[in-house]
């Protein structure tokens, strides 16, 4: 039986133990299944991709990077054109591993469900943020491994989707890795390693701005045969129940960091304040276009996030862990204090590291499964989201028992999205203090 939302409140395991069985072997009967999860008598491993955007490619170009014995043999979207030039671009810079015919480019909400009865092994997942936690559930359903990028989920039904799939994937012993890159960065994990281990003696708190420029609008222009589900469909990043948000879809690397750091325990609550800010001719959608959030964590331990999306403003993207003995810079790779220290090991490719661990896994026939970690620290960046649109302060129980569901009722080219604009073209926008936490 999947567990509850108050089952998940209480799985906090020790960084030890969380390192320990993110990577252990299941049982016997599970690993016959991981061994023989992909195509039986040959060394080659069949990719799948759903999501044939910029990241999605990109993930894709990364997998096969990671593994010359892998094929892309079947590539799903919503769109047909983004199919047909993600294809372009791989057959170009992969043309001995793209295997991809004109009958396997799967086209429409569908797609992903064609795809799944394909001939693939491993599914590279690379949709619309909003897309994952059903798409995810399928692909355990079908007996597929996963790589699945960030955010895994844009709302608290979503995150309880997740966490469910990922349960009856390690049952199944499917792997299933995170695009929460910087877990395999070598520099960043070193110097976590430190400060978990006492380099900087007891952590007090951590500071991670994601401050950068504007972000990208697709479609300036939008065509007349376009409905208002195909527009927000591709131009998905300023609309909440598609990106979940800036907070959510960039920072939660900052902010799974700093979980990483705290041995991927929720926090007890979190308050702050955002907005919208600046108002330009790009500020379609709903989304705020700055944040900053305090997380209360255990023992006092504080996380001060702070991101904004706005151009010609300073911009910052670091994580700093301040301790009773020392400070540490993540992105720098650097200790100061009692313990001075920099990092000048290999640098790695972190976009080729995550493909590189799923494969080893699959191969060797020892599952992994960064479900925990992925889903917590989605959620994480969700509450922060919740914070900011409400002005409340909210515990974590409540964020994840939330019954705010951003799905539209039906996926169609004619279905209304959940939100719909004014009637002067501009699209309402949450207002702290007024909006409810639902």
């Known amino acids: 039986m999947p567990t ?3 089952d998940r409140l209480t799985r906090h395991p020790s960084r030890r133990d969380f390192l320990k069985t993110s990577t252990v072997a299941l049982t016997a009967a599970n690993l016959a299944i991981g061994r023989s999860a992909h195509a039986a008598g040959s060394d080659i491993l069949k990719i799948g991709l759903i999501g044939c ?3 999605g490619t990109g993930a894709a170009a990364n997998a096969m990077d990671a593994d010359k014995n892998t094929r892309l043999v079947a590539m799903a979207d919503a ?6 030039g993600s294809y372009q671009r ?13 009958a396997h480019r799967f086209t429409g909400f569908d797609a992903y469900k064609k795809l799944l009865l394909s001939d693939v092994d491993v599914i590279v997942h690379g949709t619309t943020p ?11 359903e079908a007996g597929k491994h996963v790589f699945c990028e960030k955010p895994a989920a844009v709302d608290a039904p979503g995150f309880c989707k997740i966490l469910d799939a990922c349960e009856e994937a390690k049952k199944k012993g499917l792997s299933v890795v995170s695009g929460l890159c910087y877990r395999f960065d070598p520099a960043i994990r070193e110097t976590i390693k430190r400060v978990q281990d006492g380099a900087v003696g007891e952590v007090i708190a951590i500071q991670t701005p994601y401050n950068c420029g504007p972000p990208w609008f697709r479609n300036k222009v939008r065509k007349p045969e376009w409905t208002e589900m195909e527009y927000q469909m591709r131009n998905w990043y300023p609309f909440t129940w598609l990106s979940g948000a800036h907070n959510v879809e960039q920072h939660v690397h900052s902010l799974d960091k700093a979980a990483w750091i705290l041995g991927d325990k929720p926090p007890e609550r979190a308050w702050g304040t955002g907005g919208r800010q600046v108002h330009s001719e790009n500020a379609i959608g709903n989304i705020f276009d700055h944040h ?23 911009n910052d993207v670091s994580d700093h862990v301040l301790g009773s003995k020392g400070r540490a810079n993540l992105m720098k790779g650097r200790i100061e204090g009692e313990t001075n220290w920099r990092y000048k090991g290999p640098k790695g490719n972190k976009y080729v590291a995550e493909h590189e661990a799923l494969f080893h896994a699959i191969r060797a026939g020892k599952p992994v499964n960064h479900g925990l970690f992925m889903a917590r620290s ?3 960046a969700i509450l922060g989201r919740m914070v900011t649109y409400t002005g409340k302060a909210i515990t974590w129980e409540q964020a994840i028992n939330s019954k ?24 309402p926008i949450a207002t702290p203090g007024v909006t409810k936490f639902v």
């Not at 769109?79 to 047909?84: A, L, Q, T």
């Not at 909003?130 to 355990?140: D, Q, S, T, V, Y």
């Open 4 to 6: 509850s939302s108050g």
């Open 53 to 55: 955007g910029g990241r």
């Open 79 to 84: 769109f047909s054109d983004r199919v047909d």
């Open 90 to 102: 791989l057959k170009k810079i992969k043309p001995d591993q793209v295997a991809v015919d004109a």
């Open 130 to 140: 909003h897309f994952r936690p059903e798409h995810l559930k399928a692909c355990g």
């Open 292 to 314: 900053a959030v305090v997380y209360e964590c255990a023992d006092a331990v504080r996380v001060f996030s702070c991101c904004r999306r706005q151009a010609g403003c300073y």
């Open 378 to 380: 989605t959620m994480l």
């Open 404 to 427: 705010e569901d951003l799905s539209p009722k039906k996926y169609n080219w004619d279905a209304t999205p959940p939100i719909m604009p004014n009637a002067d073209g501009t699209y």
